[in-house]
T-cell receptor
């Protein structure tokens, strides 16, 4: 299995907040990333956080990083139907390549 | 922002033929290109990493003679699936990284081998 772990599925109602969790393994990762993938498409970078930060907010997105527990989360406020997609967290062990989690499928119900 | 163009978006080929997938960085120089493979409802698996002008470094279990990667220029990398078979059917995604630019992904290529 992947070294980076995510829950498989999350379902929320439109307008609610979504929280997607990720557990990573490499404490030396300088950056941690969140990507969004819509059906049949490539990956879109949503946001990233530097490893010496605890939190980063970017409009509706809030990233929380707990380095002690190697836990990363992505909160999407006021979730919309257009947010339905697969969300991948990724770490950068060794600083060069990305290692992805298994992805969390977010379904937003009207 | 950085843009990576990947072509074709989808391709259907006969078993035994070869298919070439192109990945171009449009507005930056890609010193490193990454090729991933993604099976349905699964995550991205790194196949190989290539630096411009150097031979690609393949991940364990990836056949370098079957998946030929060329990164001859700072804006173009190609992946050729040689003698394709139905089990090679998958979604292939490239990613490029350059000085001052993070990881930018192409839109992916869906390969179906019949």
């Amino acid at each position: 299995g992947e070294d980076v772990e995510q829950s498989l599925f999350l379902s929320v109602r439109e307008g609610d907040s979504s929280v997607i969790n990720c557990t990573y393994t490499d404490s030396s990762s300088t950056y941690l990333y969140w990507y969004k993938q819509e059906p049949g498409a490539g990956l879109q970078l949503l946001t990233y956080i530097f490893s010496n930060m605890d939190m980063k907010q970017d409009q509706r997105l809030t990233v929380l990083l707990n380095k002690k527990d190697k836990h990363l989360s992505l909160r999407i406020a006021d979730t919309q139907t257009g947010d339905s997609a697969i969300y991948f967290c990724a770490e950068t062990p060794g600083g060069n390549m990305l290692t992805f989690g298994g992805g969390t499928r977010l379904m937003v119900k009207p | 922002g950085a843009v990576v163009s990947q072509h074709p978006s989808w391709v259907i080929c006969k078993s035994g033929t070869s298919v070439k997938i192109e990945c171009r960085s449009l507005d930056f120089q890609a010193t490193t290109m990454f090729w991933y493979r993604q099976f349905p409802k699964q995550s991205l698996m790194l196949m190989a990493t290539s630096n411009e002008g150097s031979k690609a470094t393949y991940e364990q279990g990836v056949e370098k003679d079957k998946f030929l990667i060329n990164h001859a220029s700072l804006t173009l990398s190609t992946l050729t699936v040689t003698s394709a078979h139905p089990e090679d059917s998958s979604f292939y995604i490239c990613s490029a990284r350059g000085w001052g630019y993070g990881y930018t992904f192409g839109s992916g290529t869906r390969l179906t081998v019949v």
